[in-house]
C-alpha cells in the first residue's frame, strides 16, 4: 500500500516541517510513505523436508511478500508456486520430483499426486506433458518458464 502526504494538509504539517528541517525540502513537497514489505529472493535453493517449505510458504502467504525465484529452486523449494505473488527471472530453474518417503528413500505416488493438485494449472500441465512428478528430476526453465509465470519486474 502506498499512501502520500501533502504538507498542505493539516495532519501533515509536521512531517512538511520536519522534511524542510532535516532534508532542506520545500514545504509542499509530498512525502511519500510505504508499507515495509520484504521481497523474498531465492538463487539457490535444493529444497528440503516439505512441512519445512509448507511453514515457510504459510508464513510467506500471511505476510503477502512477493517471492521471485533467480535461480535455481528444486524439490520442496517450488512450494513457493503456489503462492500469488511469485515471479521469475530470465536465470530461475525449476527442478521437479515426486516427493520421498524420508524412511525407505522411495517415491510416494499418492503424496506425488497431492503435491501436483496444488501448483497453479499451466505448472501442472507442463510437469504432466514432461512425465508427471516420478523419481526422475524434470527441469523448468528459460522460454517454456516465461510461458508460466510472470518476469520479476
Sequence with gaps: ?????????????????LCAAIFACRLEAAVLVTAARAD??????EGGLQDVYRQRVN??????ERVLIDGFCSSSCTLYLTLPRVCA??????LFHAPFDV?????????????LAIYPPGIRSWIIRHGGLS???????????????PRCR
Design 89 to 94: 527471472t530470465a536465470r530461475a530453474e525449476l
Design 135 to 149: 523419481h526422475i528430476p524434470i527441469k523448468l526453465r528459460g522460454a517454456e518458464l516465461a510461458q508460466l509465470l
Design 59 to 64: 508464513a510467506a502467504r500471511a505476510s503477502g
Design 103 to 115: 524412511r525407505t528413500g522411495l517415491p510416494t505416488p499418492a503424496e506425488a499426486e497431492r503435491l
Design 1 to 17: 500500500m502506498v499512501t502520500f502526504f501533502s504538507a498542505r494538509t493539516p495532519g501533515s504539517v509536521v512531517l512538511g516541517k
Design 40 to 45: 523474498i529472493r531465492i538463487t539457490h535453493d
